[in-house]
């Protein structure tokens, strides 16, 4: 069964960067077929698609995110990245980490979600 | 960036009742859809992909139905344990983007 774990600081100062990160068991990330996706969603608003890194280390981000945003993969931890810099209290959300199929793409698999918080 | 346009954004239902969401894209995406269940502190549920396909394990209640910029979501006899908030989500260009939600709450 594949499972996906956030983890990361639930406190983040503004002007300061956000890191997180997703522990992969169940399927090796290093294998082809799937992205490896970042998806978050703010209080009271709807999932917001960060951007995602596949096998071969290419990526892809959202634009309006694109240039504070870097998603990156350990296939020796089997585990994958999110960083975010210079968060503002508009990135305080609840942060997903998810699989995305590459032949009939479809988040099929998502952690439980970590709340991030920005605030002095 | 697409947009896609979800309605209703909520919906009081009873149990047995026949719901339908419905959501628009901005531009054509072919049947490149996807419709997702979402309850409080869960990780979303993928319910249909391809516009139109059941995910395995997925109910048969759920269906699904559209082409090009409109799409639907039925639900056929809701049960206590679909009370959830329903969201589509385009995969045709990237970055993919989601409906704001459909809130499904018991009458």
């Known amino acids: 069964q594949v499972q996906l774990q956030e983890s990361g600081p639930g406190l983040v100062k503004p002007s300061q960067t956000l890191s997180l990160t997703c522990n992969v068991s169940?399927?090796?990330?290093?294998?082809?077929?799937?992205?490896w996706t970042w998806i978050r969603q703010p209080a009271g608003k709807g999932l917001e698609w960060i951007g995602r890194?596949?096998?071969?280390?290419?990526?892809d981000y959202n634009p309006s995110l694109k240039s504070r945003v870097s998603i990156s993969a350990d296939t020796s931890k089997n585990q994958f990245s999110l960083v975010l810099k210079s968060v503002t209290a508009a990135d305080t959300a609840v942060y997903y980490c998810?699989?995305?199929?590459?032949?009939?793409?479809?988040?099929?698999?998502w952690g439980q979600g970590t709340l991030v918080t920005v605030s002095s | 960036d697409i947009q896609m346009t979800q309605s209703p954004s909520s919906l009081s239902a009873s149990v047995g009742d026949r719901v339908t969401i419905t959501c628009q894209a901005s531009?054509?995406?072919?049947?490149?859809l996807n419709w997702y269940q979402h309850k409080p502190g869960k990780a979303p549920k993928l319910l249909i992909y391809?516009?139109?396909n059941l995910e395995t394990g997925a109910p048969s209640r759920f269906s699904g139905s559209g082409s090009g910029t409109d799409f639907t979501f039925t639900i056929s006899g809701l049960l206590p344990e679909d009370f959830a908030t329903y969201y589509c989500?385009?995969?045709?260009?990237?970055?993919?983007?989601f409906g704001q939600g459909t809130k499904l709450e018991i009458k």
């Open positions: 998810a699989r995305d199929r590459w032949e009939v793409p479809g988040f099929d698999y």
């Open positions: 169940g399927a090796p990330i290093s294998s082809g077929g799937y992205y």
């Open positions: 890194i596949y096998t071969t280390g290419s990526t």
């Open positions: 531009q054509d995406i072919r049947n490149y």
């Open positions: 391809d516009a139109s």
């Open positions: 989500q385009q995969y045709d260009t990237v970055p993919y983007s």
